[in-house]
T-cell receptor, first 112, second 111 residues
Framework: NAGVTQTPKFQVLKTGQSMTLQCAQD?????MSWYRQDPGMGLRLIHY???????DQGEVPNGYNVSRSTTEDFPLRLLSAAPSQTSVYFC???????????FGSGTRLTVV | GIQVEQSPPDLILQEGANSTLRCNFS?????LQWFHQNPWGQLINLFY???GTKQNGRLSATTVATERYSLLYISSSQTTDSGVYFC?????????????FGKGTSLLVTP
């Protein structure tokens, strides 16, 4: 029972590079979301999805792109990395948006 | 969005002591959760508790929705309880919901 799996756990990027953070869940959850955690700012919502083929923006979507082609996977793409995107990224899933959430173990990203 | 305030921001306990963490929120909610972020950064869902009381071992939580607060009780604390405790409530974002987190209570349990 893997739950929510995020890869990679750590990543260093140069400014301007692009990359994809992977998120997969095996609980058949419809609702998936991406958060970033920054010191003093708490966790903030980047993008979310209420099912395959359906995505929407959260509080801080600029510079990020998502897609949801399957129920299991919800990748987050950084189009052109900037130092302001240095953060810890968490993926979460839930059966329904009004139930308990399960979080992945996070990806620590540094942009230099 | 709904404002979430947690207190105290920091707490140091000796092993075996009890503690109460508080979460106040600014509007009525139908989804409130408590999380523990351990020293390795992992977020663990402790309780989904929009109202009422739940217990899980040494931890219990109570939410009084009409008065807009929730309490997390830790009894007989252990060093493994150290970390940050977050309260989060669901709020409407565009076509769905998102969790709005408080700033957390940082707990250190000393031997």
């Amino acid at each position: 029972n893997a739950g929510v799996t995020q890869t990679p756990k750590f990543q260093v990027l140069k400014t301007g590079q692009s990359m994809t953070l992977q998120c997969a869940q095996d609980m058949n959850h419809e609702y998936m979301s991406w958060y970033r955690q920054d010191p003093g700012m708490g966790l903030r919502l980047i993008h979310y999805s209420v099912g395959a083929g359906i995505t929407d923006q959260g509080e801080v979507p600029n510079g990020y792109n998502v897609s949801r082609s399957t129920t299991e996977d919800f990748p987050l793409r950084l189009l052109s990395a900037a130092p302001s995107q240095t953060s810890v990224y968490f993926c979460a899933s839930t059966q329904d948006s009004l139930y308990g959430y399960t979080f992945g173990s996070g990806t620590r990203l540094t942009v230099v | 969005g709904i404002q979430v305030e947690q207190s105290p921001p920091d707490l140091i306990l000796q092993e075996g002591a009890n503690s109460t963490l508080r979460c106040n929120f600014s509007d009525s909610v139908n989804n409130l959760q408590w999380f523990h972020q351990n020293p390795w950064g992992q977020l663990i869902n402790l309780f989904y508790i929009p109202s009422g009381t739940k217990q899980n071992g040494r931890l219990s939580a109570t939410t009084v929705a009409t008065e807009r607060y929730s309490l997390l009780y830790i009894s007989s604390s252990q060093t493994t309880d150290s970390g940050v405790y977050f309260c989060a409530v669901a709020w409407v974002v565009n076509s769905g919901y998102a969790l709005n987190f408080g700033k957390g209570t940082s707990l250190l349990v000393t031997p």
